[in-house]
């Protein structure tokens, strides 16, 4: 018997955790967690909270950039994976049919009625991937199109989609695509005019920056696509199950029916990486015409039964505590609360977002004091500001966040759906005081903002 233990381990050489990082993963990590402030220790977590070796408390709203939705180590999700791993199923023998994928897969599709099947992966920008297969081998054609400012995920196929640049620089050459404005009709048929377009992929709302395609956008996208026979790809895998208050964000629109969705995060109950594409009949037929293309397209850990059996849990506990009735209820508190704060900060431009998906936008101010630092933060590097209001809700208060994108004055919110009144009042009161000191020119926060100065222009 091994005499492997996890805990000694952990106890031995968890205080190294910076200085593994730095010296084997990736060493810009702990660099920039050191130079924000953000390095700290948490020993434990629990719901919508991390606590540190001190017991001190830290409000996540974050989430995992949306993995946890229902909190970390939520107790259900917790025990059914004890039990499915102390059932010792015959797991991923690859020639047989276990019976936890196609109970997963009914529970997902009873929520997207139109669409008929599901294909497991293990993450997001896997279950893009398939889609993304699936439109140009249905369809016949290659061309993918997406919306400027779109985030679908960082391998290759998925970064084909993606429109920021930063993340496709020096990857070239990718597959072929082209972006369209979110919310323009008239981009988008132009480009279904040259015949060679698969599908458009789309974010109901972006993550980066938090906007939303304006209503009735999708359904005029989908009646385009399909007269040109090409796909509406809707990408859920941060706003699906529950975050915006509907269980998929394309739902908020009446007649959108999406001919793929793909789905992730918070699936997993923060647990076991899981990725699922649901689509139609007609194109899981296609795709899978005949036995001799049975594993035309599968996934080595795909459908594995602690995934399954998680996803399960997540949706079960969804159901039995009302998970997308409460998360539309706090978001539109918690959404409500900070827009009543526009008028009393000239910092403060807009509040945006459904559900628990809210961005929170920075703007120039009008006073002379403060325009003369907001310019000099802009002119070193757009996004500044913004940061300087997500370390002191860390440092100062314990509230984690971060800033939607790179570049943007905008934070964005994604906690835990479980997060309630009391989370509520806590980061208001928090994010108040953090914009009463910037706008009385703090100098704590304003000597933060000039230390970022001095590092946007040393990394130039």
């Not at 679908?152 to 496709?168: A, K, M, Y």
């Not at 802009?378 to 440092?395: I, N, T």
Request: aromatic share 8%.
């Amino acid at each position: 018997m091994t005499g492997f233990d996890l805990t000694r381990l952990l106890a031995e050489r968890g205080g190294e955790r910076y200085d593994l990082h730095t010296r084997h993963l990736n060493h810009q990590l702990p660099r920039m967690l050191h130079t924000i402030g953000f390095d700290k220790v948490y020993e434990r977590a629990e719901g919508a909270y991390f606590w540190d070796a001190e017991g001190q408390d830290y409000l996540d709203m974050l989430a995992g950039f949306g993995v946890m939705g229902l909190g970390r180590h939520h107790p259900v999700v917790r025990r059914t994976l004890h039990d499915v791993l102390d059932a010792q199923l015959a797991d991923l023998t690859r020639f047989d049919c276990q019976p936890l994928p196609g109970l997963l897969a009914e529970q997902l599709l009873g929520h997207a009625p139109h669409l008929d099947r599901v294909f497991f992966g293990n993450s997001g920008t896997e279950a893009v991937e398939t889609a993304l297969k699936f439109a140009r081998y249905a369809t016949g054609k290659p061309r993918i199109l997406y919306c400027t400012h779109a985030f679908h995920g960082l391998t290759t196929g998925s970064l084909s989609v993606n429109g920021e640049d930063g993340f496709r620089d020096g990857f070239a050459p990718l597959l072929p695509d082209t972006a369209v404005p979110l919310g323009d009709l008239d981009a988008l048929a132009r480009e279904l005019a040259k015949g060679d377009v698969a599908a458009l992929i789309v974010e109901p709302i972006q993550g980066k920056g938090v906007h939303e395609a304006p209503p009735g956008y999708l359904r005029a996208a989908q009646d385009l696509l399909h007269r040109h026979k090409a796909l509406l790809i809707a990408d859920e895998v941060q706003t699906g199950l529950g975050r915006t208050g509907d269980f998929f964000a394309y739902q908020h629109e009446d007649g959108v029916a999406p001919d793929l969705v793909c789905v992730a995060k918070a699936l997993s109950g923060g647990y076991v990486p899981v990725g699922a594409t649901l689509g139609k009949d007609w194109i899981f037929k296609k795709v899978y015409s005949s036995m001799d293309r049975v594993l035309v397209h599968s996934a080595s850990f795909g459908s594995n039964a602690q995934a399954m059996a998680a996803g399960l849990a997540v949706l079960a506990v969804m159901e039995d505590e009302q998970t997308v009735a409460h998360a539309r209820h706090t978001g539109d508190l918690l959404r409500g609360r900070l827009a009543e704060l526009i008028p009393k900060y000239e910092l403060l431009h807009d509040v945006r977002g459904r559900g628990l998906m809210i961005g929170i936008e920075f703007g120039r101010p009008t006073s002379l004091g403060l325009r003369s630092r907001w310019t000099m933060l802009q002119a070193a590097r757009k996004g500044l500001f913004a940061q300087m209001v997500v370390v002191p809700l860390l440092q100062r208060h314990r509230i984690l966040t971060q800033v939607s994108g790179d570049h943007l004055e905008v934070i964005k919110l994604i906690p835990p759906l479980i997060i309630g009144e009391r989370e509520v009042d806590r980061f208001v009161d928090a994010f108040t005081a953090v914009m009463d000191d910037a706008h009385g020119g703090g100098g704590l926060m304003w000597d933060f903002g000039r230390t970022l100065v001095k590092q946007a222009v040393a990394h130039r």
